[in-house]
C-alpha cells in the first residue's frame, strides 16, 4: 500500500490559517487552525475504537515525530474500554465517564459535545483523530468541526448503503466523513465509496485496518509467551468450539431472540461447545440468559478482556458474530466467520469466501453452521488464512501521513 501524497500539489486537504478574524475556508475539506499544531487529540470510547486507536496512538507516541500523542476518552462502554487501554499501556489524558444508565444515543452525543467543547477549546489542539461509526466518533468530529479543528477519521468509507443498517452506526459514519479532514480508509472499495460521495481523492489515504495490527500484534504476543494465556479449564477439547459475539442494537427483540433459537438448536449436537461473552446491556442479556442459560454444553460468560479475547477466537473452530472487528481480525486467525446481520459494511471477507452473511434467520444460521462442522471441504476453503483488510502496519502508514499532514500545515503557518 502507497499512501504518500504531497497536500501541496492540487487541491489541498489543509486548514487555511487563521491570519484574521474574516479568514474563510479555501474549500468544503479545509478548516481553520491556530499554533501550535503539534498536539494530537485522540477521541474514543467503546472498547472496538480503543483497540483500533490505541496502536496509532503507541506509533505516534513512538515515532519522534515531535506530535505530541493526547487521548481523551468518552467511556461510551466504561468497563470494556479500561480493558484495551491496560493491555496497550495507554493512560488517557482526559476521561469524561459520560455514560448513565439508560442513556440513549442522543443523551450521549449531546453530552460528549458540552464535555469536549472546553478540551478542544483549551488544549490547543492541532488535529483531532476518531475512528470508525460510534457516537463517540460522531461527537469528536462534531465538536472538533465546531473549533475549525481539522479531523482524521481513521476506518472512513466503510458502508452499507441502509441508512438504518447498521443503526445509527452507518449515519454516525457518513455524516463524519462530511466534517473529516483526512480519510484513511481500510480498503479500496473504502475508497471508492468515499469517492463516490465526492469526497477528493487526495484527502483519501488506503492503508490496512488498524484492528488487524492490534489482532497481529496480541495473537504474537500470546503465541511467545509475553501475555499470559487466559484459563479456560471448562474447554472441552473433544468438541468444536463454536464461539458467539451478538450485540447489534438492530437485533434487539426479534433479532437476538431468533440467535438463541438457531444456539439452542446447534446446542443439541453432542459434538460442539458454545462459548458466549454476553454483552451486558440488558436487551442482550436478558433474552440470552432465558434462551440458553442451563445447558451443559453453552458457556454464557462475563465479556472478555482483548487478549482474552484473541485467545478464545485462536481456538475457535468458526465464530457466529454481528461484530463488525471480528469479520475483520478472525481471517487473519484463519477462522471461518458466519454473519448474523442482513448486510455488512465489511464486504471484502465475503467477497474473499472467509465471511458469509446469515443473518438472524434460524434456519440459515443453523445451516451454514451444520455445513462447515460437516463439510471438511467447506472448513478448509473458508479457514484458509487471507486478510484483505491489511497487514499489521497501518498505524505507521497513519502515522506517517499525519506527521507529513502537520509538518506542511506548519510550514504554511509560518
Known amino acids: 500500500m502507497n499512501v504518500v501524497k504531497s497536500f501541496r500539489s492540487g487541491h489541498s486537504c489543509h486548514p487555511a490559517p487563521r491570519a484574521t478574524a474574516s479568514a474563510t475556508r ?11 499544531v503539534k498536539r494530537i487529540l485522540f477521541i474514543y470510547g467503546t472498547r472496538p475504537e480503543a483497540i483500533k486507536l490505541c496502536p496509532v ?11 505530541q500523542a493526547l487521548v481523551c476518552v468518552t467511556a461510551q462502554h466504561r468497563a470494556m474500554l479500561d480493558q484495551v487501554l491496560e493491555c496497550f499501556d495507554v493512560q488517557p489524558d482526559f476521561d469524561l465517564d459520560l455514560m448513565t444508565p439508560g442513556q440513549t444515543p442522543s443523551q450521549t452525543t449531546a453530552r460528549a459535545l ?34 475549525h479543528i481539522p479531523v482524521a477519521h481513521v476506518e472512513a468509507g466503510l458502508r452499507t448503503g441502509n441508512l438504518m443498517q447498521p443503526f445509527p452506526e452507518e449515519m454516525n459514519r457518513v455524516v463524519t466523513a462530511r466534517l473529516a479532514t483526512l480519510h484513511f480508509a481500510p480498503t ?37 509467551g509475553r501475555i499470559p494465556s487466559h484459563r479456560w479449564d471448562n474447554l472441552d477439547g473433544s468438541r468444536k468450539l463454536i464461539v458467539v459475539t451478538a450485540h447489534r442494537r438492530e437485533s ?64 475457535a473452530y468458526l465464530l457466529l458474530t454481528d461484530s463488525g472487528g471480528i469479520q475483520e481480525e478472525a481471517p487473519s486467525l484463519g477462522k471461518p466467520v458466519l454473519v448474523m446481520r442482513e448486510c455488512t459494511e465489511r464486504p471484502e471477507a465475503v467477497e474473499a469466501g472467509t465471511v458469509k452473511l446469515v443473518g438472524t434467520d434460524v434456519g440459515k444460521i443453523v445451516g451454514e453452521t451444520v455445513r462447515l462442522l460437516e463439510s471438511p471441504e467447506e472448513y478448509e476453503r473458508m479457514s484458509r488464512i487471507h486478510n484483505p483488510y491489511g497487514d499489521g502496519r497501518a498505524s505507521q502508514r497513519i502515522t506517517e501521513t499525519i506527521a507529513q499532514f502537520m509538518r506542511e500545515l506548519e510550514f504554511r503557518l509560518l
Open 188 to 224: 479500496e472499495s473504502a475508497r471508492l465509496n468515499l469517492l463516490a460521495e465526492h469526497t477528493p481523492d487526495h484527502c483519501i489515504f488506503v492503508t490496512g485496518n488498524t484492528g488487524i495490527d492490534a489482532v497481529l500484534h496480541v495473537a504474537g504476543a500470546l503465541e511467545e
Open 57 to 67: 496512538v503507541r506509533w505516534l507516541r513512538d515515532s519522534g515525530s515531535g506530535l
Open 114 to 147: 458540552t464535555a469536549l467543547e472546553p478540551i478542544l477549546a483549551g488544549e490547543n489542539i492541532g488535529m483531532a483523530v476518531v475512528q470508525g461509526d460510534t457516537t463517540s466518533t460522531l461527537a469528536g468530529a462534531m465538536a472538533a468541526f465546531y473549533r
Open 26 to 36: 479555501a474549500n468544503s475539506t479545509a478548516l481553520h487552525c491556530t499554533f501550535p
Open 252 to 315: 434487539f427483540g426479534g433479532g437476538i431472540g431468533r440467535i438463541c433459537e438457531a444456539l439452542a438448536e446447534l446446542a443439541g449436537r453432542d459434538d460442539v461447545q458454545i462459548v458466549y461473552p454476553v454483552h451486558r446491556n440488558p436487551n442482550v442479556l436478558h433474552p440470552v440468559e432465558e434462551g440458553l442459560g442451563g445447558r451443559s454444553n453453552v458457556a454464557l460468560i462475563e465479556p472478555l478482556d482483548y487478549p482474552s479475547f484473541v485467545d478464545l477466537m485462536r481456538r
